[in-house]
C-alpha cells in the first residue's frame, strides 16, 4: 500500500465538503454570482455525481475545489474542506502539494490535456519525477501505471506523441497520469463526451475498476444521465448555481422530486422512442445568466407548476428521509405537465419514392506512409424521401469520410457512382451544379467552428439565402423570417452574433442555414453530441419537425445510439470503411443483428441500470492500412467460429426483407446465439 493509501485511512468521514460555498466571476465590472450557498459532501470511496443544463456551474464545482478559477473567477463566501483541510487557508505550497498528492481532475477533451509536443512517456514520468522519484524507476512506474489503465505495449505508447493515440487511449493516457500518486479524490468532467460507446464503456469499467482499487472518491460531472445512473452512488441536480435536488442515484432517477430533474428526465429518448412515437420533452427558457437576481426558485420561469411564491420566495432544501429536495410543491413535481405535445408523429417515409440519393460500389483510397489506407470499401445504399438514414460505428469506421464523399469534399475512386434524384453527380463538389450543390446540405458538430463569429445571425442566413436560393428583397426577408420561426428563434437573435448565443441556439442558426437553399438531403455530422439533454431533445424535435414540413431526407451520424434509434429510418452499421449490417431501425436494434451491432448495443450505459451482458471487444479497431483477412472483424469478435472467418469475407447478404448482415453465421444461428450470454474475454 502506498503512503497516500496509507495516510487515507486516517483522514476525515468526507473525502470533500462544500459549505454554502459560492463563487462570482467578475463581469464588465461587475461580480456576478454563479454558485449560491453550495453545500454538499462526498464520502470517502464514495461516487458523486453531479448533473444539470451547461451554464449551471457543474465545471466551476470542479474548478473551485482545486483552486483552479479564472482571473476574473473568486470565491465570494462559503468553505472547502478536502480530506480534512480547509482549502480556502492552504498558502501556495501546500496547495501545490494537495494538487500533487490528493486531488486529481480528468477533463472532457484529453487533446488539450496531453502536451502535444512531449512525448507520453515523458509526460508521466515527469510526475514521478516531482514526487522524488526518478530515472528508471520513474520509467518502471510509468509503464505500471498504462497497464494499469489496460492499455497494450506501454513502452512502444511511451514512444509517442499524444496525436498519434486514438480519443480512448488518450483519455486512458490522463486517466494514468491523474492517478499516478493515487490521489484520494478525483474530479472527473465530462471525461466520456466525446467518445464512442465501446470507448466509453471501456474507460468507464476501468474508472470502476480504479476506484475499487484506490478506494479513491470521485466527483463526476457529466450530462450525460445514463452514465451518472451507472458509475454514482449519489447525484446532485444543479440549476442556476443551486443544488435543486440531491440522493441516491437510483431513487432519484425513478422517483424524481423536483421539476427540474423531473424535466431533465423526460428529455431523454427511453425505451426505443422513435420519432414516429410522437416529440421528446424539452424544458421551455433559458437557464438564468451569470448574476441575475433571483428573489425566489430559479426554476420557476420555465416550471408549469409555479406559483407566486414560488417567484417571490426561495424554496428550502427539504430532507425528504435520506434525500433533498429545492421544492415547495415536492410531493407534485411529477405531474409536470409536458411541454411539447406528444402527439406528433411524422410522417413515415414513402415506400415506393424513388430513392433521392442512390450510391453504388463507393469507395475511398488514401496514401498513408506508403501505404494504401481504404477508409470506405465497397458501399452501396439508397435513400429515400423523407427518410433518415443512421451511420454508426466507433471512430475510424468511415462514417465521416462517407459522409465528405456525398458532399463531393473528397473524390471517390474511380468507378464508384453517386447519384442524387437519378442525375450522376460529379466527384468534386466544384464540378457540380448550382442545383446539386445546394440540394445537398450539412450540419456540423461543433457550431462555433462552421458559423463566422464577426457577422450576425442575419448576416449568416441571409448570405446562404441569397448564395443558395438567389432570393433579394422582400422574398429574401420573408424567406428569413420563416426559417427563423422553423427553427424557433426570434427577431431578436437576428441581430445579436453567434458568440452572443448558447450552444443550442448557434446549432439552430447552423440547421436553418443549411435549410436556406430547400436541401433535398442534409447531412448532420454529431449534431448533438455537444449538447445537454434539454437542447438535444429540442434539436431532435426541430430536426424531425423540419423533416416532415419540408420532406427532406437526412444522413445522420452520431455515437449515441439512442439518439439514433429516436431519428433514423434505416440504419447502416460500419466498421473499417464496410457496411456490416444495414436494414430498418427497429429491426438492426430489436435483433437478430451482426455481432459487431450486438457489441455496440451492449456498450450503451442504461438509465434504469437494469442489468445486461456487456460483451467486451479486444483490442482497438485495426489500421485500414493492414486489415485483417476474410472478415475484418474477426480479430475482435466475440463470435469468431472458426478458420472460415480468417480466410474468407462474407458477403452481404439480406436476412429478412430489406435487412442486410455481413456475417459467416447463418441468420438463424445468430438468433438463437443472441437469446445468450457471450463469454466477456479474459
Same mark, same amino acid.
Given at each position: 500500500? %502506498?503512503?497516500?493509501? @496509507?495516510a ?6 468526507? *473525502? ?9 466571476y467578475?463581469?464588465a ?11 454538499l ?40 474542506s ?9 498558502? #501556495? ?21 496531453l ?6 512517456? &515523458?509526460?508521466?514520468?515527469?510526475i ?10 520513474? %520509467?518502471?512506474r +510509468?509503464? *505500471?501505471?498504462?497497464?494499469?489503465v ?20 488518450q ?26 460507446? %465501446?470507448?466509453?464503456?471501456e474507460?468507464?469499467?476501468?474508472? *470502476?475498476q480504479?476506484?475499487q482499487e484506490?478506494?479513491?472518491?470521485i ?12 458509475? =454514482? ?9 443551486m443544488?435543486?435536488?440531491?440522493g ?12 427540474y ?14 420519432k414516429?412515437?410522437? &416529440? !421528446? ?19 420557476a420561469?420555465r416550471?408549469?407548476?409555479?406559483d407566486?411564491?414560488?417567484?417571490t420566495?426561495?424554496?428550502p ?18 405531474s ?35 501505404? +494504401? ?13 423523407g427518410e433518415?438514414?443512421?451511420l454508426v ?5 468511415g462514417?465521416t ?8 469534399l ?12 437519378g ?7 466544384e464540378n457540380?451544379?448550382?442545383? @446539386? ?19 450576425s ?10 448564395r !443558395?436560393?438567389g ?8 424567406? !428569413?423570417?420563416d ?5 424557433r ?16 441556439l448557434k446549432?439552430?442558426?447552423a440547421?436553418?442555414r ?15 453530441s ?10 431532435l ?6 423533416q ?16 439514433v434509434?429516436y431519428?433514423?429510418d434505416k440504419i ?7 457496411i ?10 430489436? #435483433? ?6 450486438? *457489441?455496440?448495443?451492449? +456498450?450503451?450505459p442504461?438509465?434504469?441500470q ?10 482497438e479497431?485495426?489500421? +485500414?492500412?493492414n ?7 474477426h480479430?475482435? =469478435? ?6 472460415? =472467418?480468417?480466410q ?12 442486410s448482415i455481413?456475417?459467416?453465421?447463418p ?8 437469446k ?7
Open positions: 500500500m %502506498t503512503n497516500s493509501a @496509507q487515507r485511512n486516517t483522514k476525515a468521514e468526507n *473525502a470533500l465538503e462544500l459549505s454554502d460555498l459560492s463563487v462570482a467578475r463581469v465590472g461587475r461580480n456576478r454570482a454563479v454558485l449560491r450557498n453550495l453545500s459532501n462526498i464520502k470517502q470511496g464514495e461516487a458523486y455525481g453531479l448533473v444539470g443544463e451547461s451554464g449551471c456551474g457543474k465545471s466551476t464545482v470542479a474548478l473551485t475545489v482545486v483552486r483552479y478559477l479564472p482571473r476574473n473567477g473568486s470565491i465570494s463566501g462559503g468553505a472547502i478536502l480530506d480534512g483541510q480547509n482549502v480556502m487557508k492552504l498558502d #501556495g505550497e501546500a496547495l501545490r502539494r494537495a494538487r500533487a498528492e490528493s486531488v486529481s481532475m480528468v477533463y472532457q477533451d484529453p487533446g488539450k490535456a502536451n502535444p509536443s512531449i512525448r507520453v512517456g &515523458r509526460q508521466l514520468t515527469e514521478f519525477e516531482l514526487g522524488g522519484i526518478t530515472g528508471q524507476a520513474a %520509467t518502471e +510509468a509503464i *505500471a501505471m498504462l497497464n494499469r489496460r492499455i497494450s505495449d506501454p513502452p512502444s505508447v511511451m514512444q509517442r506523441y499524444p496525436h498519434q493515440l486514438s480519443g480512448g487511449m483519455q486512458r493516457v490522463a486517466i494514468a497520469m491523474a492517478l499516478a500518486n493515487d490521489p484520494s479524490m478525483l474530479i472527473l468532467d465530462e471525461p466520456t463526451t466525446g467518445l464512442d460507446a %465501446t470507448v466509453e464503456a474507460v468507464l469499467d476501468l474508472i *470502476a480504479l476506484r484506490l478506494s479513491a472518491s466527483l463526476f460531472i457529466s450530462h450525460n444521465l445514463a452514465v451518472v445512473s451507472n458509475m =454514482c452512488d449519489r447525484v446532485g441536480v444543479l440549476y442556476a448555481g443544488l435543486v435536488e440531491e441516491p442515484t437510483e431513487i432519484v432517477f425513478n422517483d424524481p422530486r423536483h421539476p430533474t423531473v424535466a431533465l428526465l423526460r428529455c431523454l429518448p427511453r425505451g426505443g422512442q422513435r414516429d412515437q410522437g &416529440r !421528446l420533452d424539452t424544458i421551455p427558457g433559458f437557464l438564468p445568466g451569470i448574476g441575475a437576481d433571483i428573489k425566489g426558485c430559479a426554476f420561469d416550471c408549469a407548476l409555479a407566486d411564491r414560488c417567484r420566495e426561495l424554496p432544501l427539504y430532507d425528504l428521509g435520506g434525500r433533498l429536495s429545492r421544492c415547495f410543491y415536492h410531493d407534485k413535481a411529477q409536470l405537465p409536458r411541454a411539447t405535445p406528444s402527439n406528433v408523429p411524422a410522417p413515415a417515409p414513402k415506400p415506393a419514392a424513388a430513392p433521392v440519393l442512390r450510391v453504388a460500389g463507393l469507395n475511398k483510397t488514401y496514401a498513408s506512409h506508403g501505404h +494504401a489506407l481504404r477508409a470506405v470499401k465497397d458501399v452501396s445504399l439508397d435513400l429515400r424521401p433518415t438514414l443512421g460505428g466507433e471512430s475510424g469506421s462514417k469520410t462517407f459522409a465528405r464523399l456525398l458532399l463531393g473528397v473524390p471517390p475512386d474511380d468507378g464508384g457512382t453517386i447519384e442524387l434524384e442525375k450522376a453527380l460529379a466527384p468534386k463538389l457540380r451544379g448550382d442545383d @446539386q450543390v445546394k440540394a445537398m446540405q450539412i450540419v456540423f458538430q461543433n457550431p462555433d467552428s462552421a458559423l463566422n463569429r464577426s457577422h445571425i442575419r448576416h449568416l442566413i441571409g448570405r446562404a439565402l441569397k !443558395l436560393a432570393l433579394r428583397g422582400k422574398a429574401l426577408e420573408a424567406r !428569413l423570417n426559417l427563423v420561426r422553423s427553427v428563434l426570434t427577431d431578436r437573435h437576428l441581430a445579436v452574433k453567434p458568440r452572443q448565443l448558447s450552444g443550442g446549432q439552430r442558426v440547421i436553418a443549411a435549410f436556406a437553399g430547400d436541401p433535398r438531403i442534409v447531412v448532420c455530422d454529431e449534431p448533438t455537444a449538447l445537454d439533454v434539454s437542447v438535444q431533445a429540442a434539436i424535435n426541430l430536426l424531425a419537425d423540419l416532415a414540413k419540408e420532406d427532406v431526407s437526412y444522413i445522420f451520424i452520431s455515437h449515441d445510439l439512442g439518439v434509434r431519428l433514423s447502416a452499421v460500419l466498421y473499417l470503411g464496410r456490416m449490417e444495414i436494414g430498418p431501425s427497429e429491426q438492426v436494434f430489436s #435483433g437478430p443483428h451482426h455481432p459487431y451491432t450486438e *457489441a455496440l448495443l451492449s +456498450a450503451v442504461k438509465l434504469d437494469t442489468e445486461t451482458a456487456r460483451i467486451r471487444l479486444d483490442g479497431i485495426p489500421s +485500414a492500412t486489415p485483417p483477412s476474410g472478415c475484418v472483424f480479430t475482435r =469478435c466475440p463470435r469468431k467460429i472458426g478458420p472460415i =472467418c480468417e474468407q469475407e462474407p458477403p452481404l447478404s439480406e436476412a429478412q426483407p430489406g435487412h455481413r456475417c459467416h453465421i441468420y438463424a444461428e445468430l438468433a438463437r446465439l443472441q445468450t450470454v457471450v463469454a466477456e474475454p479474459a
